[in-house]
T-cell receptor, first 114, second 118 residues
């Protein structure tokens, strides 16, 4: 595998389910991100992990719970979601580079909440 | 806080025609600027980036962008569009980090959907 991979690519879940999204980066980067992409809205930064520490949490509801066990893996645990949480969830990584570090994105997980 | 505006939600061009996608940003210091492309069902791919120096930057797939500080713009151009360029294009600005943090943080525009007619 190369670049940033995400599984599953598609997920349908009920509001009472618990599921997890997985992201893995094969680029040797030290920062990882979760973005939410909804129709007709700009990409929304959800969480940032730098050197495996959460450094940013953009007022995301507690029904989204991130986990970064090491610099290559990032998870997003989901529980009791709402239909408005249906979106494309994108994982990204970057190398230490401050504000100028370009992000490398995975293909995303298309989430549908029924 | 920084912001990005892409004034055109949808642009249609004929194959072989030239293309310019507009991007305006708001940021207090010298910005880091990026263009990404997203094909249907895919993640975002970096086309090019501007950090400093030459204001005309070259990217992949024949794209270029010009940074104009006086206009707070970073427009993307391509002299001859191919059908495979049909996709959604995102402009983004990177923030300087306070406290010496090492990660990047991008703010994205709403995107411009490009349709290419044969």
């Amino acid at each position: 595998e190369t670049g940033v991979t995400q599984t599953p690519r598609h997920l349908v879940m009920g509001m009472t389910n618990k599921k997890s999204l997985k992201c893995e980066q094969h680029l040797g980067h030290n920062a990882m991100y979760w973005y939410k992409q909804s129709a007709k809205k700009p990409l929304e930064l959800m969480f940032v992990y730098s050197l495996e520490e959460r450094v940013e949490n953009n007022s995301v509801p507690s029904r989204f719970s991130p986990e970064c066990p090491n610099s290559s893996h990032l998870f997003l645990h989901l529980h009791t979601l709402q239909p408005e949480d249906s979106a494309l969830y994108l994982c990204a990584s970057s190398q230490d580079g401050g504000g100028g570090a370009p992000l490398f994105f995975g293909p995303g997980t298309r989430l549908t909440v029924l | 806080a920084q912001s990005v505006t892409q004034p055109d939600i949808h642009i249609t061009v004929s194959e072989g025609a030239s293309l310019e996608l507009r991007c305006n940003y708001s940021y207090g210091a010298t910005p880091y600027l990026f263009w990404y492309v997203q094909s249907p069902g895919q993640g975002l791919q970096l086309l090019l980036k501007y950090f400093s120096g030459d204001t005309l930057v070259q990217g992949i797939k024949g794209f270029e962008a010009e940074f104009k500080r006086s206009q707070s713009s970073f427009n993307l151009r391509k002299p001859s569009v191919h059908w495979s360029d049909a996709a959604e294009y995102f402009c983004a600005v990177g923030a300087s980090n306070a406290g010496g943090t090492s990660y990047g943080k991008l703010t994205f525009g709403q995107g411009t959907i490009l349709t290419v007619h044969p």
